[in-house]
């Protein structure tokens, strides 16, 4: 199976600096295939045919805390979540000068329907749940009235991470690649 992992708050802002190369490393040094990395804010794209993906998750977590001394959180998703996560993603949806769109990843706490109640959404904000992940839309010039604003500093902020819809889009667009 393909999974990717998701780091949050990795090399964001100077802070939580962490080398790709060296995370690769780390990856392969825990059984992994076909591990490689995507940009510089922490995804990982791997293979593992063994372990359960709350295994993968723990495995990660300590890795990364023994090789780098970092306490980050991760989340991992299988090639089918990113599927159906990218499936719901409307193509008119995008990341531009005109638009901004982002792929919230949420954390079990609040990887549920109800999530969209805790979540301020203002009229400029198009949001939608998919099981794993808030989708949220907006156009650029109403940006700052997005009550995506309102959202930093709370718990559910603290469990997610978030990427912009282009970098998904490529996400998925490597694990197609990488299952032939």
């Known amino acids: 199976m393909i999974y990717l992992a ?10 939580n600096k962490v080398e790709m190369k ?13 591990v490689s990395t995507f940009i510089n804010s ?9 372990k359960r993906k ?19 959180k991760v989340i991992v998703i299988n090639s089918d979540q990113l599927n159906a996560i990218c499936r719901e993603l409307p193509s008119t949806w995008m990341k531009n000068e005109n638009m901004r769109t982002d792929v919230m990843f949420l954390w079990e706490k609040y990887d549920r329907p109800d999530v969209l109640e805790k979540i301020k959404i203002t009229p400029v904000d198009n949001v939608k ?8 839309n907006v ?10 604003m309102k959202l930093m500093g709370t ?10 819809v282009n970098t998904v889009r490529k996400l998925h667009q490597i694990i197609t690649n990488m299952q032939g």
């Open 54 to 72: 709350d295994e993968l998750t723990q495995m990660i977590d300590e890795a990364v805390r023994k090789d780098f001394q970092l306490d980050v």
């Open 155 to 164: 718990d559910l902020y603290r469990n997610m991470t978030i990427r912009n």
């Open 129 to 136: 749940y998919v099981p794993g992940a808030v989708l949220w």
């Open 42 to 50: 922490g995804n990982v794209l791997f293979e593992d045919s063994l």
């Open 6 to 15: 998701l780091f949050r708050g990795i090399n964001v802002g100077g802070n």
């Open 139 to 148: 156009k650029g010039e109403d940006y700052s009235q997005s009550g995506m």
């Open 22 to 34: 060296k995370l690769k490393i780390t990856f392969e040094s825990l059984g992994f295939s076909h």
